[in-house]
């Protein structure tokens, strides 16, 4: 049983568009983190989320903790936005990551 | 600021080696967390260290261990490896604790286990 969710597993966009992707849990966390990994490894957190919503730049990040779900949002995406996003909660004190979402953005 | 330094980068090991893996963290940073990354289950907590004592673990055998230095540079050992110990190994440090503090990664290790 994966205790962290994630959707869509793949996703495609033409540079320019909207992108949401969905990460549903199943326990009560403490904490949520949304973390970006390029090709060759490198993992960059993006944020950090206990509760409301937090912005930087283009992205955009959601919590709703009654209903155990967070939304990452990509406005006016571009290439440099491909990579896999990584969803992870902090349930007591251990990390549980989802399986990933891999973005490509073409021009 | 320098960031994560996590060494080496890339290594080659043989079934029922050892291996030990280097993380130095963020300048002022005291947590240090370690994490492996396969291509089968994805990315899994392994522990976290704060302040020279291990704080948190993850669900692995024994044969994975960690510690922590006074200068809060970490490493983690991996005795008698095993095919399916081959993986990117990563270590995050943070300022406060890895659970509500902002994490900042090394570049990994990659680890191939034959």
């Known amino acids: 049983k994966n205790e962290v969710e994630q959707s869509p597993q793949n996703l495609t966009a033409q540079e320019g568009e909207f992108i949401t992707i969905n990460c549903s849990y199943s326990v009560g966390i403490s904490a949520l983190h949304w973390l970006q990994q390029h090709p060759g490894g490198g993992i960059v957190s993006l944020f950090m989320?206990?509760?409301g919503k937090k912005k930087h730049g283009r992205l955009i990040a959601t919590i709703n903790i009654q209903e155990k779900h967070s939304s990452l949002h990509i406005t006016a995406s571009h290439p440099r936005d491909s990579a896999v996003y990584i969803c992870?909660?902090?349930?007591?004190?251990?990390?549980?990551f989802g399986t990933g979402t891999s973005l490509t953005v073409i021009p | 600021k320098a960031g994560v330094t996590q060494t080496p980068r890339y290594l080659i090991k043989t079934r029922g080696q050892q291996v030990t893996l280097s993380c130095s963290p963020i300048?002022?940073?005291?947590?240090v967390s370690w994490y492996q990354q396969t291509p089968g289950q994805g990315l899994q907590f392994l522990f976290e260290?704060?302040?020279?004592?291990?704080?948190n673990k993850g669900n692995f055998p024994g044969r994975f261990s960690g510690r922590q230095f006074s200068n809060s540079r970490s490493e983690m050992n991996v005795s008698t490896l095993e095919l399916g110990d081959s993986a990117l190994y990563l270590c995050?440090?943070?300022?406060?604790?890895?659970?509500?503090?902002?994490?900042?990664f090394g570049e990994g290790s990659r680890l191939t286990v034959l």
């Open positions: 989320l206990s509760s």
């Open positions: 992870a909660v902090m349930y007591g004190n251990q990390f549980y």
């Open positions: 995050a440090s943070s300022s406060s604790s890895h659970v509500t503090g902002e994490l900042f």
């Open positions: 260290y704060f302040s020279e004592t291990q704080r």
């Open positions: 300048s002022g940073h005291r947590s």
